[in-house]
């Protein structure tokens, strides 16, 4: 039974927090989720008033300063891929990170080919 003051903690990860808290309850991203190997970049601007970014979000935001992908800020920032797909529609929502399209991406494969090549590979 669990004391008052008792904090719940992983023995090397520390505070454990559930990833629907991270979303605040949510399972799916509002809008278009981010495919795996989209490049994001942040946009450079400033959230508006009224506009509260939790922790998490505010830290994809700083990965976010150099064009990367969605699965190399899970990795980062250390949270499940479906978590940063919700956080990172939150964050395209606010017009603060936005996906970089192919002619911006120079000697970059295109999109389409590399999802097919994964939807293959998880077929065997």
């Given amino acids: 039974m669990r004391t008052p003051g008792e904090r719940w903690v992983g023995r090397d990860a520390g505070p454990v927090v559930r990833p629907y808290a ?12 981010h495919d795996l190997v989209a490049i ?11 506009v509260w970014l939790s922790r998490e ?8 300063s150099r064009p990367i992908t969605p699965a190399d ?4 920032a250390d949270l499940p891929f479906r978590v940063v797909q ?3 529609a939150d964050l395209g929502h606010y017009r603060l990170v936005e996906e ?13 080919i590399l999802k097919r090549v994964l939807d293959e590979l998880r077929r065997l």
């Avoid at 800020?73 to 980062?76: D, H, M």
């Avoid at 970089?100 to 389409?112: A, C, W, Y």
């Fill in 40 to 50: 994001v970049v942040a946009t450079g601007r400033t959230p508006g008033d009224g």
């Fill in 22 to 33: 991270v979303t605040r309850g949510r399972t799916r991203p509002r809008g278009q989720a």
């Fill in 73 to 76: 800020l899970a990795s980062r």
């Fill in 100 to 112: 970089m399209r192919q002619s911006e991406q120079p000697g970059r494969p295109d999109p389409q």
């Fill in 86 to 88: 919700i956080l990172l």
């Fill in 57 to 64: 979000q505010r830290r994809l935001l700083e990965l976010c």
